[in-house]
């Protein structure tokens, strides 16, 4: 058991971090007064970097934060009025009236860029949907959350192999094969799926939300994970035959792999932070759906793990980006979001399995996070760092970087930590 001054200790500063430089970052300078929605385009300085766009991802990503933040007590309303005015933005804006769904991405104003329909965002759009009105009370959340889940259902859910379907055109059509990304399927997007429909779940209660579920669930488990190391397996092709992992011309932009392509290691990379990101969402929705998640004790052990074993820099602090399935790490610079989901996962592999290992996996995460990955005269995260932890990239946010994981892992480890505590 960890002493009590350590627990206490990385609770202040979890506390201190979300309460004086997180949410104060976002709630004094995102706010779109002019054409509604939010600003999401940060440089190191925290001002205003001027791109002309507002993505589905990332104003969705804002509304979730919003949402779970005022959910979880923090703000005193203000994050609160800012998820309304992130939905009003999505609702107004984004939703497309004639074919359903979300536009991918428009400017400022609010016109449209692109306007395919990308599982990704959906996935985000149904996560931040039904968390807003879990934390609100107000069921236009959940009713547009059930849209999106219904649309879904109707055009992106795979009836030979199952899963799901993840690029399309405007009005639905599938996109074309290989980087217009339609003759693939990803972890990613069936990870943020079984994330999206816990919540679905939890707020509606619905039998067919529950079942589409588990069926993601097994697809989860019985598709996406390496049968010997159970790490995540990246791309596959519709019948579930492993694909080398590609870019998409749409989504995940690779900006650090710039000849694009097949990545280095196409047919054998994982990554360290999905595997522990996936294993306590896992947990999450167990826990939702009223099971026990010490039934599937053994593959906690073995995903988490191999995160401990593989994954976490023991030298330096932090946790690698990605390795080999086996786990010899390849990429070992530390990437903000990584750092974040194993924050939680950590905190929850101890209380889980008990093991002294995964609370100093946890510290050495920790002490990385605040000793070099926050910018703490401005408030937000460092994007990516050397091994060492020096700024390589140094912008506080962009469409791929907004508040989600950081303000996500504050609030969620100050939960367990807190538990924590109370334990000692």
Not at 367 to 394: C, N, Q, S
């Amino acid at each position: 058991m960890p002493e009590r001054n350590h627990i206490e200790h990385c609770l202040q500063q979890a506390r201190h971090h979300l309460t004086e430089e997180l949410l104060p970052f976002w709630l004094d300078r995102m706010k779109d007064e002019q054409y509604g929605g939010v600003i999401t385009h940060f440089d190191q300085y925290g001002r205003d970097s001027g791109e002309d766009e507002k993505s589905l991802i990332a104003q969705s990503r804002s509304l979730y934060t919003m949402s779970s933040a005022h959910r979880a007590g923090y703000g005193g309303g203000a994050c609160l009025e800012m998820a309304r005015h992130c939905l009003d933005f999505l609702l107004s804006k984004m939703w497309d009236q004639q074919h359903g769904g979300f536009y991918w991405l428009m400017n400022r104003k609010g016109e449209v860029l692109i306007d395919q329909k990308i599982a990704y965002g959906h996935s985000f759009a149904v996560y931040s949907l039904a968390e807003y009105s879990l934390a609100s009370g107000d069921p236009t959340g959940l009713e547009y959350a059930g849209k999106v889940f219904d649309l879904l259902q109707k055009y992106a859910l795979d009836s030979m192999y199952g899963g799901y379907f993840e690029m399309f055109e405007r009005d639905w059509r599938l996109c074309g094969p290989g980087s217009k990304g339609g003759d693939r399927k990803t972890l990613d997007v069936h990870m943020h799926l079984m994330e999206a429909f816990t919540s679905l779940y939890e707020c509606s209660g619905q039998h067919i939300h529950r079942r589409r579920l588990e069926e993601v669930i097994q697809i989860l488990l019985q598709r996406m994970l390496h049968p010997v190391y159970k790490t995540g397996i990246p791309q596959f092709w519709p019948d579930w035959r492993v694909a080398p992992q590609i870019k998409f011309d749409i989504v995940w932009g690779w900006d650090r792999f710039e000849d694009g392509g097949a990545k280095p290691h196409a047919d054998d990379n994982s990554s360290y932070g999905h595997n522990v990101e996936f294993a306590w969402l896992y947990l999450h929705a167990l826990r939702i759906l009223g099971q026990d998640p010490l039934a599937q004790r053994e593959l906690f052990e073995t995903i988490f793990g191999h995160a401990v074993q593989h994954g976490i820099d023991w030298e330096y602090g932090g946790v690698y980006v990605e390795g080999l399935h086996d786990g010899t790490p390849t990429d070992m610079e530390k990437e903000f979001w990584q750092q974040a989901e194993l924050l939680i996962g950590m905190l929850d592999a101890y209380q889980l399995l008990g093991e002294e290992i995964y609370w100093q996996a946890y510290e050495q995460v920790h002490r990385f996070v605040f000793d070099k990955g926050i910018h703490h005269e401005v408030g937000e995260w460092w994007p990516l760092l050397t091994r060492e932890g020096k700024p390589i990239w140094t912008h506080m946010s962009h469409s791929w970087k907004v508040n989600y994981h950081s303000v996500r892992a504050m609030v969620q480890s100050i939960n367990r930590l807190e538990k924590l505590m109370e334990g000692i």
